[in-house]
């Protein structure tokens, strides 16, 4: 019975001397695959078995893109307001500070310039980790800044959509920033200034519907999740069974709405060779 009974009572074991077992150190990919996380750190985040691309935030793509992730950040300090007084299962201002407690972030969106392939660079990244990327006013007004930054300085510019839309807690006013945005990549255009548009997983919702599709050059992850709403919206208001990879990058790049995919570790390259043939300049 010494095997289900304690023999020995009052053991006690120092906190510093208990043996907890590490948190993370394997990630198990939806297809099964069982990778050691930091395997899958140096792959980018990317599971070496299947490739399945893990969901990352503006400090994993900062990294990737900008060389030696040397980049300064713009309008960093910028945050929301809860100019509604909005509640729902929670005050707004609760939930704004209790997001940017966990994440570290101010907002949803993060945007930096710096040098890409050596060249400048200007990118807007959405953090899907803050309130799910949602839109609201302070990530309209810092993607306008942004570009406003890129029309300024004739800069190219990259942006980085991971979003479930608008910010419902910001009722009209997110709304507002489909049009803002909108109109700045007009004026971006105008300027004969790149820009390209990656879509991660997921890009849904009125950033699908304004920024996420304007690009000169709309790229996106493997498998990513690409669409208004989502798959069971449609399919609970069509009635209809949705067709096999419905909505994934795959699926969105055959009907026309995607230019290519591309997979993380090429992205740098890849961003900066659609930047040189728009620019009619050397590939670097």
Known sequence: ?????????????????????PKGLWYKSPTGKIIDSEELARNLYVSPEDGFHVRIGSKEYFEILFDDNEFKELDKNMTSKDTLHFVDTKKYSDRLKDAQEKTKLKDAVRTAVGKSKGNDLVVCCM?????????????????????DHSIKNKIPFVMISKSGGARMMEAAYSLMQLAKT?????????AKIPYISLCTDPTTGGTTASYAMLGDINISEPGALIGFAGPRV?????????????????????????????????????????????L?????
């Not at 019975?1 to 077992?21: N, P």
């Open 182 to 190: 909108s109109a700045k990549l007009a004026q971006l255009a105008d």
């Open 234 to 278: 449609v399919k609970d208001t069509t009635g209809k069974d949705l067709p096999e990879g419905f909505q994934t990058a795959e699926f969105v790049l055959e009907h026309g709405f995607l230019d290519f995919i591309t997979p993380r570790k090429e992205l740098k390259n890849k961003i900066n060779l659609f930047i040189d043939l728009i």
């Open 1 to 21: 019975m010494a095997w289900f009974k304690r023999t020995e009572k009052g053991i006690q074991t120092a906190t510093e001397d208990k043996k907890d077992v």
């Open 280 to 284: 009619d300049q050397p590939i670097r």
């Open 127 to 147: 953090d899907f980790a803050f309130i799910g990327g949602s839109m609201g006013a302070v990530v309209g007004e810092k993607i306008a800044r942004g570009i």
